[in-house]
């Protein structure tokens, strides 16, 4: 049967309620090629792609993260091994330069490199010098979405400024601040009244499952089954929030308690299924996900390493052989979580393919080599087919980080940025 998207969301968003069910794409809703959406009057609407911009703090060890190899035949490195099965859905990108980090502002390396890479703008002293490069693509973008951005965090850690707690920015010194609470973005997604919702002791799905039980009779085989598993999705979002502990998110660790042992790949697992909700839904185009704050000085008592901080480790007996595994161990543990959400996302059918196939997604980090906080030979990964993107394969490009923004913004969204972008000087050709 053909459905409208629009008439479907609309039939299902119970927004009297107050609950949305973030439906994913049915084959429905597509045409019979599944490379477009149906609309009313047989008119086809593109397939909108998404972008994600994931960071983590305090940058790599070089000789465990970045391959040896370049092109197609390269070797996954320790830290990349959790992207094996995802290969052929990444762009390991090396060599690239952020030269506003160097230029003369207030504030650590830290301060400075992070401005400059979410905004090729130097460190105003309070924040960001201009906006974010997600905000920028959402800004181009426009669009119809719920929200015109959704900013996602993980680990809680008290210490630090604006810039090191946040990684989008509206413009300069104007911070937007991720949701670091599960439970805030499950609700800000699905929608929230009762207070038996609020305490998880019945599921959202309760106000919805007569419309549902009305709808799915007229839904195909292949669909019904997609819905389910939506819908069991869901739930189990609700449960694995409901087991967290009831304080949760209301007595943030200061950074010298020896006895946080939070369970944060846990959190990024929730969060990670909330953002793949949500971008598969439609609710918006364009997140930013930030596994860790920039300066990161988290536990992690997860890997059996407590007795110094994530920071710490950087720069104590760093280039030792033991200082490297260590770096190794934690690095390769935000990989794990990055892969975690791209598997997530191509687990998502979507037309023709899958979420991921229609998305953008870059993973960046501050600085490269974390010890002596270098801002030049920056390694990234691009995930995604969005625009026929390049995958699986490494390449080395002497290129800035402006650069990198402005292809992925012109080549694969196909959106003109009038005003270029902080120290882009050329588009760089091996994008797409």
């Known amino acids: 049967m053909p459905l409208t998207r629009r008439r479907f969301l609309r039939n299902m968003s119970m927004t009297g309620a107050g609950i949305r069910v973030g439906l994913p794409p049915l084959a429905a809703m597509f045409n019979m090629n599944g490379t477009a959406y149906a609309a009313a009057a047989k008119v086809t609407q593109p397939i909108p792609p998404r972008f994600l911009f994931w960071f983590n703090g305090n940058g790599i060890p070089e000789r465990y993260w970045i ?40 504030g650590n390396t830290h301060h400075k490199s992070m401005s400059a890479l979410v905004s090729g703008t130097p460190y105003t002293g ?17 669009g119809e979405s719920r929200f015109r951005s959704l900013q996602v965090g993980v680990c809680q850690e008290s210490h630090g400024e604006n810039i090191h707690r946040n990684l989008s920015w509206a413009g300069y010194d104007r911070a937007l601040p991720p949701e670091m609470i ?18 998880r002791k019945k599921s959202v799905l309760d106000a919805v499952r007569e419309d549902l039980a009305d709808l799915q009779p007229s ?64 609710q918006t185009r364009v997140a930013s996900y930030m596994l860790t704050k920039c300066q ?27 200082g490297q595994r260590t770096m190794r161990d934690i690095c390769r543990w935000h990989v794990e979580e990055f892969a975690y ?24 980090h501050e600085h490269a080599e974390a010890n002596p906080h270098k801002d030049n030979g920056l390694a990234l990964i691009l995930a995604g087919h969005a625009g026929g993107m390049k995958t699986g394969m490494h390449s080395k490009m002497r290129n800035t980080i402006g650069d990198l923004y402005l292809t992925v913004a012109e080549e694969v969204f196909k959106l003109p940025l009038e005003k270029g972008f902080p120290t882009a000087e050329k588009k760089i050709s091996g994008i797409v």
């Open 67 to 106: 391959p040896r190899e370049f092109g197609t035949d390269y070797e996954l490195t320790p830290c990349l091994a959790p992207l094996k099965s995802l290969r052929s859905d990444i762009h390991v990108i090396s060599g690239i330069d952020n030269p506003n980090a160097r230029v003369t502002a207030p």
């Open 126 to 142: 309070r924040g960001a010098g201009g906006a974010s490069i997600d905000q920028v693509i959402a800004g181009a973008m426009g």
């Open 182 to 199: 599960p439970q805030n973005l499950f609700d800000r997604l699905f929608g929230v009244r009762d207070q038996s919702w609020v305490g």
């Open 219 to 282: 839904l195909g085989q292949p669909d019904r089954h997609r819905l389910d598993e939506h819908l069991t999705s869901v739930r189990e979002l609700e449960r694995a929030i409901a087991g967290l502990p009831s304080d949760y998110g209301k007595n943030v660790k200061e950074p010298e308690d020896v006895a946080d042992l939070t369970d944060y790949p846990r959190i990024a697992k929730i969060q990670s299924d909330l953002v793949v909700h949500a971008l598969a839904s439609g």
């Open 296 to 322: 990161s000085l988290v536990r992690l008592p997860w890997l059996g390493y407590t007795r110094l901080r994530h920071h710490d480790y950087t720069h104590t007996n760093a280039e030792s052989p033991e």
């Open 341 to 364: 959400l791209l598997g997530k996302m191509k687990a998502v059918p979507e037309g023709d393919g899958t979420l991921l196939d229609h998305s953008c997604v870059v993973f960046a």
